[in-house]
């Protein structure tokens, strides 16, 4: 009777059912190519030992290694990509990423701090959430009027926008001025982590947890985000409360970016491109966005680390690299495509 | 259905508005008139709840507004703003259906009812055909339209109005205007709209609140209100009214050439 009305749910199950096959599929290639490959038929066998948690075989061993990556790798996508559909909403432009209003450049403050005066492992990736956070706060404090949106009457958030690349611009500075002060020993490793490398990053449940919550806030809110989208503050007067709504896209999309960053460093272009693709190809629809985003954030991340670790092997390239190698050229060819 | 008591409105220092002491009663439509930058729009945004008044206080069915919950409020009244940013390719259809949003506060996807009612509001604007197109291909008017069509669909007694005619081309202006006096005469809806041209609000409208700018305004039903010289001071230009058949006409008295 309604054909539009069956075809949207009808549709959005297909998609997101067809994206899940792809992000357990990413990971079981992911397990199965490297320098020894892990033929299909070993896998269930080394899952088994895995799961019993006493690795003896080559191929669990292997795959506890790789598949604990690709995990690594899911998760890091899936945040970024996620952060990426919510700043997108926040900001009402489709063009913002996590990266836009500076959450990254403060971790980045952190982590090269830190890995400047060679401290852990683990401290680094604390050092890079703690500057995320520092920089989360002052944004909030700077851009709280906007945020409630009782700032700006029409087109508003261009006070957080700008708020943010202001600081964004300071920590780059600041960022500048470490990597020319550092010693030549650290300078490598300071490098990898500003392009976003997922080799040696450790598998955390805390990534976890930040992407269920998020996830969580995102679904419960996505009819509300896209009335938002559509009329920016009027969406009061349809029941919306705008100030908490953009408050939590702020928070989540901050908590994730900062998750994902300190865990991997500011790997580019999966925030951007990934939403992007997927409102290409599936509409604005944040019911169906949120979902598909995620999941292929996750799949795109576990391919392209696939690829770092593979393309050049036995060198590794940062996975970073990656990214923004696929990421340019596609991004390139869906603005034509939608300007035609 | 809406009051207003003691209401001040101002932007930055400048007073738009003041003491302004106003009631509308169910089925009643009023046409806001008075110059750019008198405040209509200001005025429009307060009764919407966009906007606190700098004093005084907006009351829509006995309540006042700051004590209406959103969501209840979303079912009561609907707001048309005066222009709108369409940053995503959503499509027209997606655009009515969001209107929808406080009837389901609860659902995922919409019902097949809210189906129905998008696509009868989408067909009363004669926007049907245009259903599946992306929102930021429509021209001006198309999009006027539709918006007005999601504010339609949003089903409210009240209705909130800033220049709906903006960007409709001639008979669209006046099946607007029909549609409006319709939903006033049969279904006991009320609206309130800013309009820039008299002859229209003087045959859609049966009250007229005429603003100054300065924090004069007069209120009242539009015979009484829309006089010549009473509309020439308002919007400090003469204007003359010239009776055509049962029409009053009003005409700019001053040549441009």
Known sequence: ?????????????????????????????????????????????????????DAHSMAATLLDLRLSRALVAFVTGAALALAGVMMQALLRNPLADPYVLGISAGA???????????????????????????????????????????AAAEGGSSLLLLTGVIL?????????????????????????????????APLRALPWMVLALA?????????????LALHAEAAVTLGIRVGALRKGLFFCSGLLTASAVSSAGS??????????????????????LIPAATLGGGAFLVLADTLARTALAPQQLPVGVVTALIGAPVFLYQLHRLRK | MIETRQLQLKA?????????????????????????????????????????????SVNIGGRALREWPLADLARERAFLAQSRSDAFAYRAIETVLAARHPYHVNRYWEGSDDHRIAHAALASMEV???????????????????????????????????????ALDLAHQSSVMRLLVRLCREQGKTVVMIGHDLNLAHQASTHALLMMGDGQWQAGPVAEVMQAPTLSRYLGHPIEVVIHGERRIFIPSEDIA
């Open chain 1, 1 to 53: 009777m309604h054909p539009f009305f069956r075809t949207m749910r009808h549709r959005a199950t297909v998609v997101i059912t067809a994206l899940a096959l792809l992000a357990v599929a990413s990971l079981v290639l992911s397990g199965m190519i490297g320098s020894v490959p892990v033929p299909l038929s070993d896998m269930p066998g080394a899952l088994v030992e895995l799961a019993k948690g």
């Open chain 1, 215 to 227: 996830m969580l806030f995102a679904l419960k809110s996505a009819r509300a985000l896209n009335v």
């Open chain 2, 128 to 166: 049907a055909d245009l259903a599946d197109r992306d929102v930021r291909t429509l021209s001006g008017g198309e999009r006027q339209r539709v918006a007005i069509a999601a504010m339609l669909a949003q089903d409210t007694p009240l209705l909130l109005l800033d220049e709906p005619a903006n």
């Open chain 1, 108 to 150: 980045s403050v952190g982590a090269l701090g830190a890995l400047m005066f060679m401290w852990a492992m683990w401290a680094v990736d604390a050092a890079a959430f703690g500057g995320a956070v520092a920089v989360s706060m002052m944004l909030y404090l700077f851009a709280r009027r906007d945020l409630r949106g009782a």
């Open chain 2, 12 to 56: 930055g220092a400048r007073l738009l508005l003041d003491g302004l002491n106003w009631r509308v009663a169910r089925g009643e439509s009023w046409c806001i008139i008075g110059r750019n930058g008198a405040g209509k729009s200001t005025l429009m945004r307060t009764l919407a709840g966009l906007r606190d008044p700098d004093a005084g």
């Open chain 1, 168 to 200: 964004s611009s300071a920590c780059m500075a600041m960022v500048t001025l470490m990597l020319s002060i550092a010693p030549e020993s650290r300078l490598r490793s300071m490098i990898f982590w500003m392009i976003g490398d997922l080799a040696g």
């Open chain 1, 267 to 288: 790997i580019g272009f999966v925030g951007l491109i990934v939403p992007h693709a997927c409102r290409f190809a599936c509409g604005p629809d944040h019911r169906l």
